[in-house]
């Protein structure tokens, strides 16, 4: 089996600071990696395979294969879209798609490269078509459920809700109505790795089929406007490593520049030997809380001055690859 | 003259959301790139040759030059570093020395490859030698001036600190004094394009001959643990792209992988003729307030929801190349 970083390591690492290269020695307070790998077997939650997509890019100029695995966004968000894809890889349309931008700091964004609607890709039939309703992605209740762990209310503030918090395995943002003050909305917010919707001028234009992730900081002023289909949880590196288009908004000025898209297929539709397996740390365990609070306050030694608090972004949601049996 | 994209530029693009190719309407409100466009010319501040870094990369696979162009930070912060890294600059240290790691959403470091401390490059004589106390980095005023424009406390809020600010062109975190409410603590933040100071443990152990830049989410936590030396004002896609590195902490892990360094180089060493030439958009000006405000309520007709808030990172500081006469 081929040698990959899981996102669980992502996060162990991303916890640690720029040291020198021949500094070794171990902090003594646990880090928030060493949390998660302490996390009792039961606090691991399995990803169904109809949440996963295996997207398979063109090798790469030394002919190493190039694989990245999205998890798809579960109820209640986003499901219209989420169905979409789930129809656009089980008729194979990613297959000759390409990545056609890459701006610095913002997005990767992939589909059709045809450039005049006459040229485009037809797509599948039956596909859902949203609108503004949906995008605003709002669930009501009257309160933050009693399983929230991790707030940002206990640890920091969020600048464009109410209140960050964490749900299902998913970061989430949450606001009180303006005009009714008993129901809530929640939505799920852009963080790096986030997969999103690309769309034209009007809320019922994106399909599924142009879809982007986040390469750089969370550009959190699309929540609510794009809709969060999911998130990249291995082989990142494969796209934020791209390099970056010049063109306006970053899109790739030539076609040689694009990358070729091989396939883009659900787990669930592969023989079962064959699927990828992954698995999230539960939201609502005592191990994410005690994660969530050591990356807001960093340990000692290295750490002189803990913050305090966290960036809602800035606490990834650990996810690992369930190592096959020997 | 090579076409190399400005700051500003990259705050116009990142300013649009993910638009599908042949989309190409225009929004009736000034973007926050046409605000930065159309400012005064007396709101662009100019940049010392005296705080500008040249890099070169060795020439990519394809012969192509990678030139960075780093702003160091001004006075008050962190200044003995900052020395240390002209001195550093003026001996020609980093002259074939690499990149040696790449780390997803984190960052990128580069300085002396030697792994043990025998076979390390000497530094040269007269580096200061810093302390805790530098590393916090504390200034004290019992107001914040009254010359701030943009403060967390009128569009947001910050996880970090009392309140986020920009003050003579950087992105500046303020806290009041824990014991002594009439001092306020300054200090700056770590965003993308941020470069700082690796360091070992110990808070004296970084010199500023090794470096990094954040290629991901703003890494908050590392404020006043890392001294903040500059940021990448040109180039930053040539350190972004780079691929990642899979030792621990995203080090590579053969000597093939690390990127070797031409030169690293003060403009002001430079012949009149070949300095380059950059300047800021004041922050203390009309324009940035409205661009600031502007990136925080982005316009119609695309975004249904402006987000009325905007996190300091995801304000970056509009920079650009002075254009050559004609």
Redesign the interface.
């Known amino acids: 089996m081929k040698k990959l970083?899981s996102i669980a390591s992502?996060a162990a690492?991303?916890a640690?600071?720029?040291?020198?290269?021949?500094?070794t020695?171990k902090p003594k307070m646990l880090s928030p990696g060493q949390i998660v790998d302490q996390a009792a077997p039961e606090e691991w939650q399995a990803i169904a395979a109809s949440d996963l997509l295996i997207m398979k890019l063109q090798p790469d100029?030394k002919g190493k294969e190039r694989q990245i695995i999205i998890q798809l966004m579960p109820p209640p968000f986003s499901q219209g879209w989420v169905r979409n894809i789930r129809k656009l890889a089980k008729a194979n349309w990613w297959d000759g798609t390409r990545i056609?931008?890459?701006?610095?700091?913002?997005?990767v964004?992939w589909g059709d490269?045809a450039?005049?609607?006459s040229q485009r890709k037809p797509l599948p039939d039956g596909l859902e078509v949203m609108a503004?309703e949906d995008?605003?992605q709002q669930i009501t209740s009257e309160d933050p459920p009693d399983t929230i762990v991790w707030s940002?209310g206990s640890?920091?503030?969020?600048?464009?809700s109410d209140m960050g918090l964490f749900e299902n395995g998913w970061p989430l943002a949450s606001s009180i109505g303006v005009n009714d003050t008993k129901t809530r909305s929640h939505w799920p917010v852009h963080?790096?790795?986030t997969v999103?919707v690309?769309?034209?001028?009007?809320?019922d234009?994106g399909s599924g089929a142009?879809l982007?992730t986040v390469?750089?900081?969370?550009?959190?002023?699309?929540?609510?406007?794009?809709a969060v289909v999911g998130r990249i949880i291995e082989g990142?590196?494969h796209l934020?490593?791209?390099?970056?288009g010049?063109g306006?908004?970053?899109?790739y000025e030539t076609p040689e520049e694009q990358v070729p898209i091989q396939s883009i297929r659900l787990a669930s539709e592969l023989p079962a030997a064959e699927q990828p397996r992954f698995e999230y740390l539960s939201t609502e365990g005592e191990s994410f809380a005690k994660y969530a609070n050591r990356?807001?306050n960093?340990e000692p030694?290295?750490?002189?001055?803990?913050?305090?608090?966290?960036?809602i972004?800035?606490i990834p949601v650990p996810v690992r690859r369930v190592k096959e049996a020997d």
């Open positions: 970083m992502l690492l991303a640690a600071p720029p040291l020198s290269a021949q500094d020695a100029a056609v931008r890459v701006q610095d700091n913002y997005v964004q490269p450039q005049e609607e503004e995008y605003i940002s640890y920091g503030v969020d600048n464009y963080c790096y790795g999103g690309g769309r034209s001028l009007t809320p234009t142009e982007y390469i750089g900081h969370a550009p959190r002023h699309l929540d609510r406007n794009i990142m590196h934020s490593s791209l390099p970056r010049f306006p908004l970053g899109f990356r807001a960093r030694p290295f750490f002189i001055k803990p913050a305090g608090g966290a960036d972004c800035n």
